[in-house]
């Protein structure tokens, strides 16, 4: 039986109902046959950073029994023939049925993707709620941006109608479609999956990790979840979690499976990744440990009683964090919204009134979700939301652990700022030594990409120092350090990578660059170098400038000529991949070629680590 029957007349319009040839008739679709000749696989998305599986996207696979190449293809055959909603529906209860037959289907939520050109339409899935009132609250439906939504359909609305019944919303494809901001503005998305393309090789490139980590940012000062798709390497992996995503899915973790007794609760992948990861929980992932509130939550199916039972007292919370039957958080219930039902008549019996509905759905406010380990810079920005102001949910694997006041979050921005000014030269305001250890250990912890590790000072900077007066010093030490904040803040290609600057005291500089093109950053560097001996040339007078040098006493007391300032650096190249080196053996590299450095024509001298092994 064909799927799509169609007139082989010469002019290859369909067949009429008669078989003749009727340009107003439709084809001939035949959906039941279609569906029936699929079937789905499974692919986990899993938690960052506990490799717990959060829920599984139901992909379709089959289609070479069909004769519709893709998805896309078959969906676009049912819109032309007027089925789509229909064709849709019965995927999904396929879908559905697969599901219910993976082992812990129940602990996980199930991702259904929806064609956007059905969203808010009469007839489209999950839309009127089955008998009986039957909540769907483990399914998920990912809304594709490379599909408009209809400009007709109130988007808002549509999203209201499947929200009351259990619902899920999930931007798919987040950043590659038609809709981008509006449709996470009007949506209201639960979760927003970040397309493979702003993935792929963000280890490697600069501008995406910037782009992901402010769309990461804003999301969860929405309260929005982030999912990275396609994650394929362990350099990805990294750079996802430590930029705040919640969830990742990709063949790293698990290639889609149609075995669903091979479909996993738990992925080991990513916990072996976490544990390979030497780097250690920050300071202020153990302050935010320390300091959130952990209120005991409410389920969302509590009854209402209950939540008057728990605001009872002079010493019980204004806020009642709500999660659903996994604790994975649905927002907050403040205490001052149930005011006008306590205080009116008849306002507690309408509470106890389980005809109007039991639930604490309509009760709930939405707030910014964050992981326990989310940067404090996108915690802070977390708070700028409106919806903000009675703190922020922190999740800890993806389920609830605590409440986040606005007063914590002063204490911890203090201790931020007062550690910063700590640790910070009064000088040229750059990172001091701690922070300079702490990138260096970072570093070594981090073998899924190359860094550049540059230790740079002046040449001869003492006989100028001596001469010259310390004035003049500390003006070429803030020549150099402004010249250093700008080689590091510089917008630069997706190939400079991440750059830190510090300075370790007196006329001893340092530049760590991680995950960039190595030959660029040498370039860079190089230029920095050149660049600060020219500068350095107006520290003269124009008859010392002339003379290329000037005369002043060594270190022996001995009077000599000694050239015009400059600096020279010995620059360690970490190469990505097992190594197993220390701080130490960086300083001893160091140490080791700084004599190689000043006399060296570009003033730089480069150090591979590991080493390369000695010839046989």
Request: hydrophobic share 45%; aromatic share 8%; charged share 25%.
């Amino acid at each position: 039986m064909t799927l799509l029957s169609m007139d082989a007349a010469k002019n290859g319009r369909p067949a009429g109902p008669g078989g003749s040839a009727d340009s107003s008739s439709k084809p001939r679709f035949d959906w039941p046959a279609a569906v029936a000749a699929l079937g789905y696989a499974f692919q986990p998305i899993v938690q960052l950073r506990s490799g717990r599986c959060h829920g599984y996207e139901a992909l379709l696979r089959g289609f070479d029994r069909t004769p519709f190449a893709d998805a896309a293809e078959l969906l676009d055959a049912a819109d032309a023939a007027g089925a789509l909603a229909e064709v849709e529906t019965a995927l999904h209860a396929k879908a559905v049925a697969a599901y219910r037959g993976l082992a812990g289907w129940a602990e996980a939520k199930l991702f259904l993707n929806l064609d956007a050109r059905l969203v808010g339409r009469p007839g489209s899935p999950w839309l009127a709620h089955e008998p009986g009132g039957r909540r769907h609250s483990g399914i998920t439906l990912e809304i594709s941006e490379r599909r408009p939504i209809p400009a007709e359909v109130a988007v808002e609305t549509a999203v209201d109608l499947y929200r009351r019944g259990g619902l899920a919303i999930a931007i798919d494809d987040f950043g590659v479609g038609h809709a981008g901001l509006r449709l996470l503005f009007e949506a209201r998305p639960d979760y927003v999956k970040l397309d493979h393309y702003f993935i792929h090789g963000i280890d490697r490139d600069a501008r995406k990790r910037a782009l992901v980590g402010a769309v990461v940012g804003h999301a969860h000062a929405l309260g929005i979840q982030i999912v990275a798709e396609g994650i394929e390497t362990a350099g990805e992996f990294y750079v996802c979690r430590d930029l705040g995503c919640d969830f990742a899915q990709g063949f790293l973790i698990a290639r889609p499976s149609a075995d669903i007794a091979g479909v996993s609760t738990r992925y080991g992948i990513v916990e072996e990744l976490n544990r390979r990861d030497r780097r250690q929980p920050s300071e202020a992932h153990r302050r935010l440990s320390e300091v959130i509130e952990r209120l005991p939550p409410l389920r969302v199916e509590s009854r209402k009683t209950e939540l008057l039972d728990y605001f009872k007292g002079d010493g019980s919370a204004s806020i009642a964090p709500i999660v659903d039957e996994h604790d994975r958080p649905l927002g907050l219930i403040r205490e001052r919204d149930l005011k006008r039902f306590v205080y009116s008549r008849f306002g507690g019996e309408l509470l106890r009134n389980r005809g109007l509905g039991d639930r604490l759905d309509d009760l709930v406010i939405k707030t910014p979700v964050c992981d326990i380990s989310t940067p404090l810079d996108q915690v802070i920005e977390a708070f700028s939301a409106e919806s903000a102001s009675d703190g922020i949910i922190i999740v800890e694997g993806g389920a609830y652990a605590g409440v986040l006041s606005s007063g914590a979050l002063l204490r911890l921005v203090h201790e931020r700022n007062l550690a910063m000014a700590t640790d910070q030269n009064p000088l040229t305001r750059l990172p001091g030594n701690a922070a300079i250890v702490r990138h260096i250990e970072g570093a070594l912890a981090d073998p899924s990409r190359g860094h550049v590790l540059a230790y740079l000072d002046f040449d001869n900077f003492k006989p100028f120092n001596d001469n010259f007066g310390f004035r003049q010093g500390d003006r070429a030490i803030l020549m150099f350090s402004e010249r250093m904040k700008a080689w590091a803040a510089a917008a630069s290609p997706a190939d400079a990578g991440d750059c830190f600057a510090g300075h370790i005291g007196g006329d001893d500089f340092f530049l760590g660059v991680s995950g960039g093109d190595e030959a660029e950053v040498l370039a860079r560097l190089a230029d920095l170098v050149a660049r600060f001996r020219s500068d350095a040339e107006s520290l003269y007078d124009a008859q010392t400038r002339e003379a290329g040098g000037f005369l002043a006493k060594d270190r022996y007391g001995a009077l000599r000529s000694f050239p015009l300032l400059s600096a020279s650096g010995v620059v360690v190249v970490l190469r990505p991949g097992p190594h197993g080196l220390t701080p130490d053996a960086v300083n001893a590299a160091i140490a080791d070629n700084k004599a190689h450095a000043k006399g060296a024509a570009d003033k730089l001298c480069v150090v591979r680590l590991p080493a390369d092994p000695a010839p046989r």
